[in-house]
Each structure stands twice: as structure tokens, then as C-alpha cells.
């Protein structure tokens, strides 16, 4: 039935002080908010903290108001008598109510998108002097790509020297800028400090900016560990090692713009003179992990812990005795090159990345000198240290093509 016309006006002193409360709550929640936020680690932090901290002022008052209209409800228009089955009387409309609700929350909408489109545009937008560093997404790993000055040149290739790490270096004040792209399933790069998040799309380029402006470290010797640097998780779930690909890269933020000079120059050093001991030079490449090994592998010498594929402590021992009597060079360069021949019994081949030595443009490139290289080293794994590999065979392996399949090492 229609309310009655006589019906008294309402009172809007309770509606101011309602209202009052609900705006008063909203800001409160929106300022203790960042209490519980990670520190704000680049300059465009503050633009995104507070862009949160309107919106959780905004949501904030909306639960407030709505948890009082459930309270107050419950207990004005609850049934006085408990044997009471009847339906509530039906009511219509209120005109003006509708059209309030509708609209305030249309209007909060449409402030909140332009507000938002501003945050994202001024943390977009192209910076002086940026730093380009490419990065790559793959289960269950990141790769970042430097590249040199235009002067400093590859010998072997005529082009500026680039090389690869598994972790994100910078320095205080940098401009930065990602250029990320994944080779097999959707991921999401996410640095809460910088307050940074983007997904990295198979097939497509993303891109995005920030500028540190607190270091990481450096720790009591003055060196900066990669440990101590803020992790780089992955927010999109990419498979059963995503929870790992936090705990092996990290952002480190050099305190001075020479502190950082001074690891790039040497990572250049290193690339232009590699190691003349292949198995070195393999521990070197694993270790800055240039390839997503440590995602998935456990190998104690370096600190991995991976579980989706097989254990490589001792991997020396167990190639060289190999069922078949595949030599234990042809079972770790293959097993590289054509990881679906030579599965290890309760793992699957499909995660394992097939390296390939023919185009440097393929993002799973691996030139045979790396391939003998890690090869080399993986072979030093054995229970006397010494290697189960003749280097000379590596290399003859590395250069042929071996098509015969078999069963992994245990």
C-alpha cells in the first residue's frame, strides 16, 4: 500500500549526524591505511598511496553506512511477535531515494575514473634520461636484459654489449623503464615498495615506469646482496612454481649512481672476457641466472631450491651412469636442447624450455658456448668434485644433433 500523505516529515538531524559519522569513519580508515602499507619506494608511490587512500575513504563510509543500516534495521523492524509468519507489508518506492542513490554513486564513479586516468597518465608518462631494461617472464623465472653504452661493442657481434641477470639493479634516482613481454603464459610483475604492477602478455609488449628513491642496502661490507633487495613477485598464478619466482629476483637499488656503474661496468667485464675454465664459466651463468633454471631446480652449491623439476645436486654421478649407456655429455647437452627426450621419471617435460643455437632472436636463444658451459659445471656435481665430462666431447656433442630418446638420470 501507498504511504499515507499524513505522514509526519523526517527528522534530518539524524541524517546529518549519520552522514557526519560515515564521513568522519571513512577518513579515519583511509589514514591509518598506510600503517600497514610497505614503504613507499618510488617517487610515484605517493600519487598511488593517495589515489588508495581516496578510494578507501570513499568505500570506507559506504560499509559504514551500510553495517548501520543492517544493525538499525535489525533491531527497529524486527518481529515482535515470534509466532508472526506473515509476510511484511508491501511498500512503494521512494522516488527521490532512487534517484539519489543512483545518481551520487554514478557522480563518485565518473570523479573517481578521471582521478584515476590522471594517477596513471602522470605515472606513464616518458622521463628524462630513461633507462630501458628489457624483461622477460617464464615460468618460474624473470630475465632482465642490459644493454651497454653505443660505444661499448661485442666483438663478436659488431652490436653494444648486452647481458642478463636474474634480478632488477638500479639506483636512487633513476629513471626506469620496463620493457616486458613472456614467453608462455600470462604473468604479472609486481614490486610493492615501487607500487608497480603490470602483466606481461605473451606476443605483446607492456611497458612501465618508476624511479627509486630508497636503496636497499648496502649491507656491513659494503657490498649489495641481491637477498636484500625488495622481491619481485609474480601476481598472476602461472603454475605450481609461482610462488616462487619472489623468492629468486629481487629489486636492488644502489645508494649512488656509481655504486650501480661500478657492478654494470664489471657484468660488462665479465661479459667481454668470459672464464677460460667452461665449468667457471658455467657456474658464472647460473649464477646470475641468465636462464629460468632456478625456478624450477634444487642445486645446493647455488642456492636453489626449485621443486618442479628434478633435483640437480649430484647430477655429475647420476649422468654418468645412465641406463643405456647415453654418455653423460649427450644426456646434459640434449637434455638442453631437446628436454622431451630424456624425461626424469615423476617429472614432465613440458615446463622445461627447449634452448635452441641457431637464432639469437628466439627468446629461449642459448649459443653452444653457454650450453657447454652450464653443461661443464652441471658436471662438477658429483660426490668427489670432480668433473664426469671431457670438455672436448661437450663441445663435439654441442655441435652435432642427437635424436635418439631415452629415460632421465635419477
Known sequence: MNRPSSSPGINIVPLIIIAVVVIIGGIV?????PLFFPAQGSAQAQQIDTLFQVMLAIGGGLFLLVQFLIFYSAIRFRIKDENDRSDGPPIHGNNTLEIVWTAVPAV???????????????????LENEYTVEVLGRRFAWTFTYTAAPDVLDPATGLPVEFSDGNLYTYVGQNLRLEMTSVDVNHAFWVPEMRIKQDLLVGRITEMRFTPIIAT??????LYYPQAGFPIRCAELCGDGHGNMGLISTLVVFATQEDYQAWFDARVFEGLNPPDDPAVFGEQILAAAQYPCAGCHTLTDLGWAGITGPNLDGIGDRADDRVGGESAESYLINSLRHPQRFIVPGFSSALMPQFV????DDRNYMPDQDAVAIAAYLCTQTTTGESACSVDELNAVAASEVTQTGTGAQ
Open 357 to 360: 643455437e641457431d637464432n639469437p
Open 29 to 33: 580508515l583511509s589514514t591509518f591505511a
Open 108 to 126: 563518485v564513479v565518473v570523479i573517481l575514473v578521471i582521478y584515476s586516468y590522471a594517477v596513471f597518465s602522470a605515472i606513464q608518462t616518458p
Open 217 to 222: 642496502g648496502p649491507a656491513e661490507d659494503g
